[in-house]
């Protein structure tokens, strides 16, 4: 759908949405298991947001003065939710799995046949531990409190009657969202930051500016879908009940009619009256990402933290996409130079 108001009717009315969310597939039984697992992991990360900020100046710290992106973004924001991923004393070799299973690439679907098949090879055998460790948990009958972490959340949100192996699979399918979303997401913000503006002076934009704008500019999700409910006529065509009408947020991000210079990146425009369109990173209407707001929180905290006393440079890379499902950027290498404290003159005498 190229039509901006044809492709939002498609997001927002009630007609395309008697169904499920299609980003669970069949895995639940009902639209309300759907909205429970999804607030509750929600939950679980928004209270890990203080955790998720004190360990950040030390995970940027860790990628080195030269890092390699867009591999890093992911590496980065899983380091730093892991222990709200998967609580700390857990099976340390499922803890291993799951940092590897980001170090190959398993959080999104990669551009090169050989970094999918690196990444797929791991596939089974995390799947295989998940299960397992969920089996355990459930034996344990944790609910009684609070979540420990995301599995606790999915397992809790579950029916009882879902297969073990089923909830492994939501669980898998959410860490890879969480690590994969926000890391990508970090990964546009820095790029098109540096491309955008000379190196040396810092950036001129608030980091919430910053990431809206990569956002809109290069968003993570290249497509989002509904199917018709049954035939129907629809933008003066006729559709076959189970068709899926298709909606690109790059498409709706870049309609000149509805955005001011939408081919120009410029964070400002966020803080300018009007000039703006519809904003849908996270999609839009009853299927809006249930943990949009502590996504947007995380990527933002973790591009502020990037740039904090440091100058950012970039070299390779460029803003052209790598559409492979998702839109990820060209890989390119993000240098951090720390500056350099200004020393206080002394006075005549030492004083």
């Known amino acids: 759908?190229?039509?901006?108001?044809?492709?939002?009717?498609?997001?927002?009315?009630?007609?395309?949405?008697?169904?499920?969310?299609?980003?669970?597939?069949?895995?639940?039984?009902s639209r309300t298991a759907q909205l429970a697992l999804g607030r509750a992991v929600r939950n679980v990360m928004r209270a890990h947001l203080p955790a998720y900020r004190e360990?950040?100046?030390?995970?940027?710290?860790?990628?080195?003065?030269?890092?390699?992106?867009?591999?890093?973004?992911?590496?980065?924001?899983?380091?730093?939710?892991?222990?709200?991923?998967?609580?700390?004393?857990?099976p340390t070799d499922l803890r291993r799995q799951l940092a590897q299973a980001v170090a190959a690439g398993l959080t999104a679907r990669q551009p090169q046949m050989r970094q999918r098949a690196r990444a797929e090879i791991l596939r089974p055998k995390l799947l295989a531990s998940v299960t397992e460790?969920?089996?355990?948990?459930?034996?344990?009958?944790?609910?009684?409190?609070e979540p420990r972490d995301v599995l606790d959340?999915?397992?809790?949100?579950?029916?009882?009657e879902l297969a073990d192996q089923t909830v492994a699979n939501l669980y898998v399918l959410l860490f890879q969202s969480i690590v994969g979303n926000i890391g990508y997401a970090v990964a546009w913000s820095a790029l098109l930051a540096c491309l955008h503006h000379p190196p040396g002076p810092p950036w001129p934009w608030p980091a919430d500016?910053?990431?809206?704008?990569?956002?809109?500019?290069?968003?993570f999700?290249?497509?989002?879908?509904?199917?018709?409910?049954?035939?129907?006529?629809?933008?003066?065509?006729p559709f076959a009940a189970g068709t899926i009408l298709s909606v690109s947020p790059?498409?709706?991000?870049?309609?000149?009619?509805?955005?001011?210079?939408?081919?120009?990146?410029?964070?400002?425009?966020?803080?300018?009256?009007?000039?703006?369109?519809?904003?849908?990173p996270f999609s839009t209407g009853p299927f809006t990402c249930a943990g949009a707001s502590v996504a947007h929180s995380l990527t933002t905290e973790a591009v502020a933290a990037l740039a904090q006393d440091a100058r950012l440079t970039v070299s390779g890379g460029d803003v052209r996409p790598l559409v492979s499902g998702s839109v990820l950027p060209r890989p390119f290498a993000l240098r951090r130079t720390l500056k350099t404290p200004v020393r206080p003159a002394l006075a005549k005498g030492g004083e």
């Open 250 to 280: 790059y498409l709706l991000h870049h309609d000149p009619r509805h955005w001011d210079r939408p081919d120009v990146f410029r964070p400002e425009r966020w803080n300018e009256p009007g000039g703006q369109g519809p904003y849908l």
């Open 55 to 90: 360990c950040l100046a030390e995970a940027v710290a860790g990628l080195g003065p030269v890092s390699q992106w867009p591999g890093a973004g992911p590496l980065l924001v899983y380091r730093c939710t892991a222990d709200a991923l998967l609580h700390p004393g857990q």
């Open 209 to 219: 500016w910053l990431v809206r704008e990569a956002g809109r500019h290069r968003p």
């Open 1 to 29: 759908m190229r039509d901006t108001e044809l492709a939002l009717t498609v997001l927002r009315d009630p007609l395309f949405h008697s169904g499920m969310s299609t980003f669970f597939g069949d895995m639940l039984p």
């Open 153 to 160: 959340a999915v397992i809790g949100a579950c029916p009882d």
């Open 221 to 237: 999700v290249w497509m989002v879908g509904r199917p018709v409910p049954h035939p129907l006529e629809f933008g003066g065509r």
């Open 133 to 145: 460790h969920v089996r355990g948990r459930r034996a344990e009958r944790f609910r009684a409190g």
